[in-house]
């Protein structure tokens, strides 16, 4: 495989990677953390750097821009969001460089006791003289979806420093908020302007991913009956108690993220916050098919009416709201940008695997509006966590798999 893309991926990716952009699900602002400007700002002067063409950023927080076509084609869209992930500490991100890793364990020098071992990440095992890159120990990487957004700057600078390329109209866009469900809003499909896309925000080499979960956000509030503790006898409604009773009468051995895999969705607990004479309760709920999704949004209605049945004086409430649906509902009916994506793949050698990801992207949400998107690997593993890493090496290889496709995608009319 050529290297290169290799040191400016790696460039960018550390670069990108150590500023904060955390988004945060309980501001009601777009995007929800001003942090995230700084990302999107960059992206910005560094897509004017590139020379790119009608680069904007967006009232509602997208950056846009265009690598103009040499060729008839679709335009085609490649998306990657800016946000990490609010699950763990993204604050003073240190990225480091393993270069010509040697298979061995990896450790991390904020962190003595955590340790990153082929034992139990195969895949890492399988990346013995690449280079990788990971946090100090104290913070996830932030590769979901830097790397993202590294591999699209990358073939957007190599296209554009080569004229000559055969490309359609390629349209760019970098998204806030993706890991709280809100990097897609109405907007978006009519100002990217895109037959089709593709969100860079996938696992393993060779991933081209064109089903999701279908999701929605839940939450339950309790209200109580509030007396001082010293006068409550048989007046005191205790919320919390409540909230309590619900989360134990919802499923415990099936139905939870730690029992499920494969298809099975499930119900999580996310947020318990209060106390006893308020309570609010948060949750997700996930499913690959619509029915199942619907199932669960029943159960949990049925739990808090049976918790409410059992004390009348308090007040429960529950609200679901739709997040994002399965992208395959929609992609199955036109499957071009998916056998795009896979011969693309496979013109560098690369077997393409496509299976349900147990998540979702902005390409749920995009497809869903209108523009088929499905979604191809970057190489980011153990995401959301303090042992992310990725391979400089896959992230070349995905960089590849797009301009071969942007290539493809030029000779169709």
């Known amino acids: ?34 942090c995230q400007f700084d990302m999107l700002n960059l992206l910005v002067d560094e897509l004017r750097d590139i020379g790119a063409a009608d680069v904007q950023l967006t009232d509602y927080g997208v950056v846009l821009a265009t690598i103009p076509g040499t060729r008839p084609g679709p ?45 139990a990440n195969p895949y890492l095992a399988s990346k013995q003289g690449e280079d990788i890159i990971t946090a100090s120990g104290l913070t996830l ?10 591999i699209i700057m990358t073939m957007a600078r190599h296209l554009l420093d080569n004229p000559d390329l055969p ?20 907007q978006l499909p009519r100002h990217l302007q895109a037959d089709f896309a593709y969100t860079l925000d996938g696992g393993e080499v060779g ?20 007396i001082h503790p010293g006068q409550a006898k048989e007046k005191m409604v205790n919320a919390a108690h409540l909230a ?46 619509r029915e199942g999704l619907e199932d669960k949004g029943d159960l949990l209605r049925q739990v808090c009416a049976a918790v409410q049945a059992g004390e009348p004086r308090a007040e429960i409430s529950v609200e679901i709201t739709p997040q994002y649906r399965n992208m395959r509902y929609w992609l199955e009916e036109d499957m071009t940008p998916v056998e795009l ?67 493809m995608a030029a000779k169709q009319d």
């Open 244 to 289: 309590a009773k619900i989360v134990q009468t919802l499923p415990q051995a099936t139905m939870t993220p730690e029992t499920t895999d494969g298809r099975e969705g499930f119900l999580h607990v996310t947020d318990m916050n209060g106390g006893s004479s308020e309570m609010e309760l948060k949750l997700i709920l996930r499913d690959f098919e």
């Open 207 to 226: 991933e081209i991913i064109y089903e999701s979960f279908s999701a929605d956000r839940a939450v339950v509030r309790i209200k109580g009956v509030s």
């Open 1 to 34: 495989m050529s290297r290169k893309f290799d040191q400016e991926l790696q460039d960018r990716l550390v670069r990108y990677a150590a500023i904060d952009s955390q988004s945060d699900e309980n501001s009601s602002t777009t995007p929800s953390t001003d």
């Open 167 to 186: 490309r359609p109209t390629l349209r760019i866009a970098f998204t806030p908020d993706e890991e709280i469900g809100r990097g897609v809003g109405p």
């Open 141 to 150: 990487l932030g590769g979901d979806d830097k790397a993202g957004v590294a």
């Open 341 to 407: 994506a896979r011969d693309a793949c496979r013109a560098h050698g690369i077997e393409p695997v496509s299976t349900p990801i147990r998540g979702g992207t902005d390409g749920s949400r995009l497809t869903e509006l209108g523009v088929p998107t499905p979604n191809i690997f970057t190489g980011m593993q153990e995401i959301h966590g303090p042992l992310e890493w990725i391979s400089v090496q896959d992230m070349a290889r995905a960089t590849e798999v797009c301009l071969t496709l942007a290539q």
């Open 75 to 119: 335009t085609v869209g490649f998306l990657a969001h800016v946000d990490t992930a609010p699950q763990f500490n993204a604050s003073g991100v240190k990225p480091r460089v393993i270069q010509g890793y040697n298979g061995g364990d990896i450790s991390f020098p904020d962190n003595p006791d955590l340790v990153l071992s082929p034992d």
